[in-house]
């Protein structure tokens, strides 16, 4: 039993950042506000990306002060930021009831401005074996609010615009997918984040990419393959025990079809696992059927206790000019941040191994 005197639960003031134009007029409305202050409000929310009701000059002092009293923009508690000599700058988010989830600014020559990688759940029930996050295990799915302020409390701190959009970071986008529909909906429409710029990274869960066809976004579905075969996908990812290789390739192409849009294919290269000459040509000839491209990202070492390596330099340029031979556009994915901890999952991990 605990001697010590019980702490009365901190109030959690709402958030802002998250709530649609519609949901911003009724709180309006409810404060006896006329309603145009809400189109102001979503303004400087999401376009002017006010991180203060300070900031809000052509708002009356007096309802400034009204909603910094019940109100917050966005949740997100700066914990660690770090920048890498390559510019990407990774932050460490605590959230509101302690948890600690992570995003990723980046910037490539080759693509058009910046790129944010977002979290969209706290740790990760897939459990890859060679990814940080599924270390952690799950513990929750982030709410629509941390999601749209991972990337607004960035760019405000960039102070440029952010114009792509990745759900790549800690967790699996589709199995919170509520929540990260209703998210992509309010940066696309808020925000005004392009579609087009907008990239879901899945591991392969299927009743979920068939659900999304259904809706005929323009996004860009990513898809973690990571091996042409169940034998090797079953090595490193528990997932295909349930969703084996040619069953996620059946609800590609039934994605493709319905949504008309070319697709990612994900790979990424372990040395003496899934990067033989073997793999390549079975990889090309799995692929065929498929509108996509091929991004292929040798294994970023992130630790003593990691079973993988990344294969050598000349592995993976044979395994691409293998792979390339079936007309399919290939790239490697350039690796941003080494002398940062920038990998999938690493500093939230690094942080709760340290607490
Ligand atoms: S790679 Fe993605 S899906 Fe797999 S455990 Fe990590 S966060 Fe989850």
Known sequence: MSCSPSLAPIEVLDSLAGKTLGELQALVADMGEPVFRAQQLHHWIYVKNARTFDEMTNLAKSFREK??????????????????????????????????????????????????????????????????????????????????????????????????????GQGEPLLNYDNLLAAIRLLNQSAEVGMRHITISTSGIIPRISQLAQEKLQLVLAVSLHAPDNDTRNQFMPINKKWPVEQLIQSLQDYIRLCGRRITIEYILLAGINDSREHAHRLGQLTQSLKCNINL?????????????????????AFKSRLSRYGKKVTLRMERGTDIDAACGQLANQASLNR
Do not use: W
């Open 297 to 317: 990202i040798p294994y970023n070492p992130i630790g003593q206790d990691y079973d993988f390596k990344r294969p050598s330099l000349e592995t993976i340029e």
């Open 67 to 168: 909603l910094a009293q019940h109100f917050t923009i966005g949740h997100l508690e700066l914990a660690e930021k770090q920048i890498s000599s390559d510019g990407t700058r990774k932050y460490l988010f605590r959230l509101s009831d302690g948890q600690l989830i992570e995003s990723v600014l980046m910037h490539f020559k080759d693509r058009d401005g910046y790129s944010i990688c977002i979290s969209s759940q706290v740790g990760c029930a897939v459990d890859c074996s060679f990814c940080a996050t599924g270390k952690l295990g799950f513990k929750r799915n982030l709410t629509v609010p941390e999601i749209v302020d991972q990337y607004l409390y960035v760019q405000a701190d960039l102070g440029k615009e952010v114009r792509n959009i990745v759900f790549m």
